[in-house]
């Protein structure tokens, strides 16, 4: 099948499940044994075999491109096909430019960092394919439901406060930021530079900077 062809056959079959008005949405509403056009398992491997071989190519333009890059997000209950779903998938993407992340109880380094910073750190570069089997729902919804989570994350307790949850996606909850700008002056970063050109060949006295400001933060 074309690629132009068999994206548009794609499309057309994933747009009853696409939330477009989220306000309206509810999963009752809903059929998990639901299949859309597909009455058969045959014709069902069929196009998903067709659909990895394009993923492929469009993989390898992706990468190629250097611009964009794609994150999969699957959350689900447990047992619900999550980890099914990325092998089948993603079966003809090449493993080196794919990054697969499970986010599952924090571990002491995660609790030491600021709110979603290991969702952040996870995040695809431009080039790549990143997935993530389960994300960051469970701190934006489920530590609000269950407070003895919130307690666990060291947070400072004066910070613990009733907007805590409005404040905590603007700010990193108990970090104090310094930023500091030095000033050399000519003479003194004259003589730290013709020093090391002494023991580097990569300096010499064209290129001393008379100016130099170093900003840290």
């Not at 499940?17 to 398992?41: N, Q, V």
């Not at 047992?79 to 003809?92: E, T």
């Not at 695809?124 to 990143?130: D, L, M, T, V, Y």
């Amino acid at each position: 099948m074309k690629n132009q062809k068999l994206a548009k056959t794609s499309g057309k079959l994933a747009e009853p499940y696409r939330i477009t008005e989220a306000e309206r949405f509810r999963l009752k509403d809903f059929d998990p044994a639901d299949t859309g056009k597909l009455h058969s398992k045959e014709a069902a491997t069929e196009m998903l075999d067709d659909g990895v071989k394009l993923l492929s190519r469009m993989q390898e333009k992706l990468y190629a491109q250097d611009r964009w890059s794609l994150l999969i997000v699957m959350q689900a209950m447990d047992a619900a096909g999550k980890d099914g779903a990325i092998k089948h998938v993603m079966s003809g993407v090449n493993p080196q430019g794919c990054d697969v992340h499970s986010f599952k109880a924090p571990s002491p380094e995660e609790l030491d960092h600021d709110y979603l910073w290991r969702a952040h750190k996870a995040v695809p570069e431009r080039g790549k394919i990143g997935i993530f089997n389960r994300s960051y729902y469970e701190e934006v919804l489920v530590v609000r439901v269950h407070e003895h989570l919130l307690a666990a994350q060291k947070i400072p307790e004066s910070l613990i406060t009733k907007n805590i949850w409005e404040e905590r996606s603007k700010i990193s909850v108990g970090l104090s930021a310094i930023s500091r700008a030095t000033a050399w002056s000519s003479s003194n970063s004259s003589c730290t530079f013709r020093e090391r050109n002494k023991r580097s060949a990569f300096w010499n006295g064209s290129t001393i900077p008379r100016k130099i400001e170093i900003f840290n933060g």
